[in-house]
Structure formats: structure tokens, C-alpha cells
């Protein structure tokens, strides 16, 4: 039973969904702020590699190495989120172009390249690696056992994080600003909220989410080191924001939509089943279905609605109030 | 002038403080780059061969952004143009020397296939008001799976399926012979090779800048730029300039994909290692960032960013680690963005007077 199609695909769904779901996060929280960050795929890259880096050089037992590990990761995804902060909101830069340089300076042909050839982390598999964390007996259990007792801890951290992001985002009054300056920061700022602290500490944590994400490639997923290990995974979790209409428990479906739907392809294909011509059709889905709820999102009728931040995207100056 | 001339400055001095850091020799860094990129025999011609398709998606971001439609989906635009081409270049091509119909076939179908591709997003936005960011870069991605779907997944028009090679490892048909396009060559330390590709790239840029410069549509598409409001009240027709923009744009990259069937590659190349590790639509808005949206300016910053990317491509090793690049051309554009911001606010450092005078606005 737990081997039949669905369970499988569901459960490798949350396991390939959960970096999405941290960097959407993470993205969540700078949009909502009102800064668009293109730059996630090279920040979860430098996050990747730093962490997998951590796990390498730093002796220590395998809890205290990945503990070290996630740290590092979150705090290189951080700094290379610092780049885009000052250049947007400080130097009111281009948001598009400083995210993609962003990308093109950390990702696939850039820095974590560099660290990943320079630190010669290619060469080793990861020396410790998030493992399931609940006992075979629970995993084994029909259905269930797959999909919810058989996942790494990062994967039960990031149920906690929806929650508190939710939590954050609509229960407090730290949330509330957060998405008055991401709506109308004129507005917020007559109200005496700081736009740009604002808007850097979220990007900022956004940053330090990518990493994580990164990370959870590294060190769980597929524990060891190639350039551009993340595959586009930074750009489907900029979809997956609007995808999930800027909701941190929306996001978490999606996630798991999209992740189930990356693994659909190679499990149709291990089982014998011939695609054909579905193959592109099967692969193409997330980035076509992302098209198509972008359509949908953005009729300004249904937009407010759906709550796209009013301001994303747009430099906050003061002197133009 | 002075800020991309600087950005280039700084960035050469910021990526040193990293080779630095991780206890490499700069300066032989920098001196191996420069002879790879410009100074070695044979170097000049390999630059012409990144610079090429990076004039191109240069030139197609530079068309698009210049009027504020960010299409960010040169990658896919040219991946498209290739593929159109390249069915172009094997339905009329022949035996033979180049000729010029099935040449001419190959660069419409490259425009053409990289147009319908950009007037994807373009008609999203226009009339459903889309954000063309993620759309136009969602469809990289599908773009990307198309044309490794022509070539691994299926038997299309496009894939060799007769002879050996093509039992063992699926590969595309040869370019005929007649469809490949003709080079000059120039000569200069041992010649070089002027594809027709940098020609066409050339003439597109300086069509390009009469369009936007000189004519009533550039005018009208830079007010659209500008302010929507400002073009809507003028009674300019907003859509269809969206449309027209994304399409010339689109035509561009494609063009650009065309040139990589027709002057370099002679087939389609869908190897996942190949064309699509190659960058050229992201690359390409670098290009235009750095050539401030200038088409004319993108010819020449293609060049430096070619000669980058090609020093990318040949060196390997201690001095030269891989990623530097990428490194570097981030950078480029981290302070051409930034240095955009001291012209745009005239910032000016003067000493403190008695009566400061007051601020001048933006």
C-alpha cells in the first residue's frame, strides 16, 4: 500500500516541497514588506553551499554539525540578501534587476560555484545528513507512515515555521506593520513606522530562509555538492508566492503541489509507464499552472482580494510622499 | 560613460578582494582573463563567438526594459528562435555552399519563433494586465523542457534518428550545408572569424536605435514607459505597443537563437550542458543594464561581457576558479545599479557652508 503511486508521490512531495516552502517563506515575508527579491535562487545556492561546507570542515557530532550547519547556511543567505536590501531600498535600485543580478552573481555560474570549487566540496558526499526522525515502526504505518512519520526534522520545523509566519503575519501588531508598509508605505510611515527597517529586516529574514532552503538540498535531499544543486528551485518559489496568493498555509500546499509534481515525472517513468508526449506536458505543469494563477491574480478586482501587496515591487521616497 | 566605466573598475577591485580572501594571485588571475578573453592567438574570435548571441539578448532586453516591460524571457525567446530556425534551415536547406534563401528563411523563423514566444507574456499583460516578470521567466523554463523534449524525448522533425551516433546518444540533424551561415574573415592576429551573426547584430542595434530615437513609435513607447497614465490621456494605444515591444524584443533573442544554429553550433543543440549552460538571455540583461538600455551601447559591452564569458568557458584551474564570472558580472551590475543612483540625485560632495543651500529634489 505505501508503495502505490500516490502515497509515494505524495510523500516525496513533502519531501522535495519543503526547500520550496522555506524560501517561499522567506519571500513571503519580503513581499509582504513590499520588496520583490528575485535573487532566491542564488541565495538558497550560497546558503547550499555553505552549509554543506559547515557539515565538511566542522568536527563535531552529527546534531551539533547540522545545528552549525543550518546556522551558516542561514546567515550566508542572509549577507547575500544585505546586497539587494541596500541597493533597494537604501540606493532605490531597480528591485527586477538588482534580484537578478543577485542571482547571476551568487548562483549556478557564480559564487557558490566559486566557494563549492575553491572549498573542493565536490569531491565527498556529505559527512552527516538530516535523517528520518521517527521509528520504523510509526513509518511503516499504511499511508501516514510516508507521508507525515517519515520525514527529517527540517521538514517538522518548517510545519512550525507556517505557523508561526501565519501567526506573525495576522495576529500581531509586528504583522500588522509589516503589511502596512507593504501596502502603502506613505501611510505607515505617517504612522511613525520605520518603511526601510521594515523592509530590511524582512528581507533580510527572507534571505536567511533561502539559505535554509538551500541547505535542506545539501543535507537532506541530496546530501553532497554539485553546481546549481538547487535546479531552479529559487524561481518556482517565487511562483509559489503568488501561486499561493501571498498566504504562508496556502504556500504550504503549493509547495507540496509542486514538489509532488517534480517527482511525478522520474516515478511515472521507474515504473515503467511510458509518457510520450506527457513528459513535457507532466514537467512544464508547475510553471504553466503558476502562469495561469498569475492571470488570475492579477485582475485588479481580485487582486486586493487575494492580497498581493499594493507596494511590492516599489521604492519607498519619502520626499515624493 | 562614467558610471559603467566605473562599475567595470570596481567590480575588478571587488572580485580581486575575493580572489584574494581565498588565497588566489589576482593579478594572474586578471592577466590570464585579459589574454583569454583578448590577448591570445585565436581569443578575439572565440570572444565574438559568446559576444554574438549576447548582442543579441542584449539588444532584446535593452528593447524591452528601456520601455519598462521587463522581459526577463530572453533564455526562452532564444531557445524558441532556434528551434524555428533550425526547422527553417532544414526544410530549405540543401547541399552546397551557404546560399542565401534558406539563410534568410532561418533568420524570419528565428525572429518569428522568438516573437510568438514573447508575445506570450506580452498579451498577458496587455490585456489581462499580468506581470510579464514571471511569466516571461516561467517560460524559460518550458521553453527549456521543449527543446530537450525535441531532441531526447520524442521522435520529431528535428531529431536524428538514422545512423549510428543517433542509435547510441539522441542527437539533432546536421544543419544542411547551404543553411550554414557564411563568415568574413578578418585579418588580425592569425584572423579572425566575423560571423554573419555579429553582422546582423550590428545592423539590428543601429535599426534598434533609429526605432526608438527617431521615430513617432519610439517616442510613444518611451512615454508608455514613462507614465501609463500620461500615454493613456496623449490617446496613444497602449496595448498594442506593449504587444509590439514584447514582440521586437522576442525577435531579437530569437534572431539571436537562430545565429547559434546558423553560425556556431550547426544543429540544435539541446544537451542540457550546451546552449542552456550557456546563460545567454540572463547574461543579456546585464548587457543592457550596463549599456544603461543604449542599443548601440550593448554592442560594445557585449564584447567585454563576451570576452568575459568565453575567458569563463577556456580557463579552468588554481588561478582561475570556476564561478569567477559569475562573480564578476554580478558585481558589474550590483554597482552599475548602484552608481545609476549618484547620477540620478546629481549627488555632488561639497563642503559645508554656513547656509546649507537647500535640497534639490529629484
Given at each position: 500500500?505505501?508503495?502505490?503511486?500516490?502515497?509515494?508521490?505524495i510523500?516525496?512531495?513533502?519531501?522535495?516541497?519543503?526547500?520550496?516552502?522555506?524560501?517561499?517563506?522567506g519571500?513571503?515575508?519580503?513581499?509582504?514588506?513590499?520588496?520583490?527579491?528575485?535573487?532566491?535562487?542564488?541565495?538558497?545556492?550560497?546558503?547550499?553551499?555553505?552549509?554543506?561546507?559547515?557539515?565538511?570542515?566542522?568536527h563535531?557530532?552529527?546534531?551539533?554539525?547540522?545545528?552549525?550547519?543550518?546556522?551558516?547556511?542561514?546567515?550566508a543567505?542572509?549577507l547575500?540578501?544585505?546586497?539587494h536590501?541596500?541597493?533597494?531600498?537604501?540606493?532605490?535600485?531597480?528591485?527586477?534587476?538588482?534580484?537578478?543580478?543577485?542571482?547571476?552573481?551568487?548562483?549556478a555560474?557564480?559564487?557558490?560555484?566559486?566557494?563549492?570549487?575553491?572549498?573542493?566540496?565536490?569531491?565527498?558526499?556529505?559527512?552527516?545528513?538530516?535523517?528520518?526522525?521517527?521509528?520504523?515502526?510509526?513509518?511503516?504505518?499504511?499511508?501516514?507512515?510516508?507521508?507525515?512519520?517519515?520525514?527529517?526534522?527540517?521538514v517538522?520545523?518548517?510545519?512550525?515555521?507556517?505557523?508561526?509566519?501565519?501567526?506573525?503575519?495576522?495576529?500581531?501588531?509586528?504583522?500588522?506593520?509589516?503589511?502596512?508598509?507593504g501596502?502603502?508605505?506613505?501611510?505607515a510611515d505617517?504612522?511613525?513606522?520605520?518603511?526601510?527597517?521594515?523592509?530590511?529586516?524582512?528581507t533580510?529574514a527572507?534571505?536567511?530562509?533561502?539559505?535554509?532552503?538551500?541547505?535542506?538540498?545539501?543535507?537532506?535531499?541530496?546530501?553532497?555538492w554539485?553546481?546549481?544543486?538547487?535546479?531552479?528551485?529559487?524561481?518556482?518559489?517565487?511562483?509559489?508566492?503568488?501561486?499561493?496568493?501571498?498566504?504562508?498555509?496556502?504556500?504550504?500546499?503549493?509547495?507540496?503541489?509542486?514538489?509532488?509534481?517534480?517527482?511525478?515525472?522520474?516515478?511515472l517513468?521507474?515504473?515503467?509507464?511510458?509518457?510520450?508526449?506527457?513528459?513535457?506536458?507532466?514537467?512544464?505543469?508547475?510553471?504553466?499552472?503558476?502562469?495561469?494563477?498569475?492571470?488570475?491574480?492579477?485582475?485588479?478586482?481580485?487582486?486586493?482580494w487575494?492580497?498581493?501587496?499594493?507596494?511590492?515591487?516599489?521604492?519607498y521616497?519619502?520626499?515624493?510622499? | 560613460?562614467?558610471?559603467?566605466?566605473?562599475?567595470?573598475?570596481?567590480?575588478?577591485?571587488?572580485?580581486?578582494?575575493?580572489?584574494?580572501?581565498?588565497?588566489?594571485?589576482?593579478?594572474?588571475?586578471?592577466?590570464?582573463?585579459?589574454d583569454?578573453?583578448?590577448?591570445?592567438?585565436?581569443?578575439l574570435g572565440?570572444?565574438?563567438?559568446?559576444?554574438t548571441?549576447?548582442?543579441?539578448?542584449?539588444?532584446?532586453?535593452?528593447?524591452a526594459?528601456?520601455?519598462?516591460?521587463?522581459?526577463?524571457?530572453?533564455?526562452?525567446?532564444?531557445?524558441?528562435?532556434?528551434?524555428?530556425?533550425?526547422?527553417?534551415?532544414?526544410?530549405?536547406?540543401?547541399?552546397?555552399?551557404?546560399s542565401?534563401?534558406?539563410?534568410?528563411?532561418?533568420?524570419?523563423?528565428?525572429?518569428?519563433?522568438?516573437?510568438?514566444?514573447?508575445?506570450?507574456?506580452g498579451?498577458l499583460?496587455?490585456?489581462?494586465?499580468t506581470?510579464?516578470?514571471?511569466?516571461?521567466?516561467?517560460?524559460?523554463?518550458?521553453?527549456?523542457?521543449?527543446?530537450?523534449?525535441l531532441i531526447?524525448?520524442t521522435?520529431s522533425?528535428?531529431?536524428?534518428?538514422?545512423?549510428?551516433?543517433?542509435?547510441v546518444?539522441?542527437t539533432?540533424?546536421?544543419?544542411p550545408?547551404?543553411?550554414?551561415?557564411?563568415?568574413?574573415?578578418?585579418?588580425?592576429?592569425?584572423?579572425?572569424?566575423?560571423?554573419?551573426?555579429?553582422?546582423?547584430?550590428?545592423?539590428?542595434?543601429?535599426?534598434?536605435?533609429?526605432?526608438?530615437?527617431?521615430t513617432?513609435?519610439?517616442?510613444?513607447?518611451?512615454?508608455?514607459?514613462?507614465s501609463?497614465?500620461?500615454?493613456?490621456?496623449?490617446?496613444?494605444?497602449?496595448?498594442?505597443?506593449?504587444?509590439?515591444?514584447?514582440?521586437?524584443?522576442?525577435?531579437?533573442?530569437?534572431l539571436?537563437?537562430?545565429?547559434?544554429?546558423?553560425?556556431f553550433?550547426?544543429?540544435?543543440?539541446?544537451?542540457?550542458?550546451?546552449?542552456?549552460?550557456?546563460?545567454?538571455?540572463?547574461?543579456?540583461?546585464?548587457?543592457?543594464?550596463?549599456?544603461?538600455?543604449?542599443?548601440?551601447?550593448?554592442?560594445?559591452?557585449?564584447?567585454?561581457?563576451?570576452?568575459?564569458?568565453?575567458?569563463?568557458?577556456?580557463?579552468?584551474?588554481?588561478?582561475?576558479?570556476a564561478g569567477?564570472v559569475?562573480v564578476?558580472?554580478?558585481?558589474?551590475?550590483?554597482?552599475?545599479l548602484?552608481?545609476?543612483?549618484?547620477?540620478r540625485?546629481?549627488?555632488?560632495?561639497?563642503?559645508?557652508?554656513?547656509?546649507?543651500?537647500?535640497?534639490e529634489?529629484?
Amino acid at each position: 500500500m505505501n508503495n502505490s503511486l500516490l502515497v509515494v508521490v505524495i510523500a516525496s512531495g513533502v519531501a522535495y516541497g519543503t526547500p520550496l516552502l522555506y524560501a517561499a517563506l522567506g519571500e513571503l515575508l519580503a513581499e509582504r514588506s513590499g520588496v520583490l527579491n528575485l535573487g532566491v535562487e542564488g541565495m538558497m545556492l550560497v546558503g547550499a553551499v555553505m552549509g554543506f561546507w559547515t557539515v565538511q570542515r566542522f568536527h563535531a557530532s552529527t546534531p551539533v554539525a547540522l545545528a552549525a550547519a543550518m546556522g551558516v547556511a542561514a546567515f550566508a543567505g542572509m549577507l547575500a540578501s544585505l546586497i539587494h536590501a541596500f541597493l533597494v531600498i537604501t540606493l532605490r535600485a531597480s528591485q527586477i534587476v538588482s534580484g537578478l543580478a543577485l542571482t547571476i552573481f551568487a548562483g549556478a555560474a557564480g559564487l557558490s560555484s566559486y566557494l563549492g570549487n575553491d572549498f573542493n566540496l565536490g569531491a565527498n558526499p556529505a559527512r552527516a545528513q538530516f535523517h528520518a526522525v521517527f521509528p520504523a515502526r510509526l513509518q511503516n504505518l499504511p499511508v501516514v507512515g510516508p507521508i507525515i512519520f517519515g520525514h527529517n526534522i527540517l521538514v517538522y520545523a518548517s510545519w512550525v515555521l507556517v505557523v508561526l509566519v501565519w501567526l506573525y503575519l495576522s495576529r500581531t501588531r509586528l504583522g500588522l506593520n509589516v503589511r502596512a508598509v507593504g501596502d502603502s508605505p506613505a501611510a505607515a510611515d505617517a504612522m511613525g513606522i520605520s518603511v526601510a527597517a521594515y523592509r530590511y529586516a524582512h528581507t533580510l529574514a527572507g534571505g536567511a530562509l533561502a539559505g535554509v532552503a538551500g541547505a535542506t538540498f545539501t543535507l537532506a535531499i541530496t546530501p553532497q555538492w554539485v553546481d546549481g544543486i538547487t535546479g531552479g528551485a529559487g524561481w518556482i518559489a517565487i511562483a509559489l508566492v503568488i501561486f499561493a496568493f501571498w498566504r504562508p498555509e496556502l504556500c504550504m500546499v503549493g509547495a507540496y503541489f509542486f514538489g509532488a509534481l517534480q517527482d511525478l515525472t522520474p516515478e511515472l517513468q521507474a515504473r515503467g509507464i511510458h509518457l510520450g508526449p506527457t513528459v513535457l506536458w507532466t514537467s512544464s505543469l508547475p510553471y504553466l499552472m503558476t502562469i495561469v494563477v498569475l492571470v488570475l491574480v492579477s485582475a485588479s478586482s481580485t487582486r486586493r482580494w487575494l492580497g498581493a501587496p499594493a507596494a511590492l515591487g516599489m521604492p519607498y521616497v519619502r520626499e515624493e510622499r | 560613460m562614467a558610471v559603467p566605466a566605473g562599475s567595470l573598475v570596481f567590480a575588478f577591485f571587488a572580485s580581486g578582494l575575493v580572489l584574494l580572501a581565498t588565497g588566489h594571485n589576482a593579478l594572474s588571475s586578471y592577466r590570464q582573463l585579459l589574454d583569454a578573453a583578448f590577448g591570445s592567438k585565436g581569443a578575439l574570435g572565440e570572444t565574438l563567438v559568446s559576444a554574438t548571441p549576447l548582442a543579441f539578448t542584449g539588444l532584446a532586453a535593452a528593447a524591452a526594459f528601456r520601455m519598462r516591460i521587463f522581459n526577463i524571457g530572453g533564455e526562452g525567446q532564444l531557445y524558441v528562435g532556434a528551434i524555428t530556425a533550425m526547422a527553417a534551415g532544414l526544410y530549405f536547406g540543401g547541399n552546397g555552399g551557404p546560399s542565401a534563401f534558406p539563410i534568410a528563411a532561418m533568420v524570419v523563423a528565428g525572429c518569428v519563433g522568438g516573437a510568438l514566444w514573447a508575445l506570450i507574456p506580452g498579451i498577458l499583460r496587455a490585456f489581462f494586465r499580468t506581470n510579464e516578470i514571471i511569466t516571461s521567466l516561467m517560460l524559460n523554463y518550458v521553453a527549456a523542457y521543449l527543446l530537450t523534449y525535441l531532441i531526447f524525448n520524442t521522435e520529431s522533425y528535428w531529431r536524428q534518428t538514422t545512423g549510428f551516433n543517433a542509435s547510441v546518444f539522441p542527437t539533432s540533424k546536421d544543419l544542411p550545408s547551404s543553411a550554414t551561415w557564411p563568415g568574413a574573415t578578418i585579418h588580425l592576429r592569425g584572423g579572425v572569424l566575423l560571423p554573419l551573426g555579429a553582422g546582423l547584430a550590428v545592423l539590428a542595434a543601429v535599426l534598434l536605435w533609429f526605432l526608438y530615437s527617431r521615430t513617432r513609435f519610439g517616442f510613444e513607447a518611451q512615454v508608455l514607459g514613462d507614465s501609463v497614465r500620461a500615454a493613456r490621456y496623449a490617446g496613444m494605444r497602449t496595448r498594442r505597443k506593449i504587444l509590439a515591444v514584447m514582440a521586437i524584443s522576442g525577435a531579437l533573442a530569437g534572431l539571436g537563437g537562430a545565429s547559434q544554429d546558423g553560425d556556431f553550433r550547426h544543429m540544435l543543440d539541446a544537451d542540457p550542458n550546451g546552449l542552456q549552460r550557456q546563460y545567454y538571455g540572463y547574461s543579456g540583461i546585464v548587457v543592457a543594464a550596463l549599456a544603461r538600455y543604449n542599443p548601440l551601447a550593448v554592442l560594445p559591452v557585449a564584447f567585454l561581457i563576451g570576452g568575459l564569458q568565453n575567458a569563463g568557458n577556456t580557463l579552468q584551474g588554481a588561478d582561475f576558479p570556476a564561478g569567477l564570472v559569475g562573480v564578476i558580472q554580478g558585481i558589474i551590475l550590483f554597482s552599475a545599479l548602484g552608481g545609476e543612483l549618484l547620477v540620478r540625485y546629481r549627488v555632488r560632495f561639497v563642503r559645508r557652508q554656513a547656509a546649507a543651500p537647500a535640497p534639490e529634489s529629484a
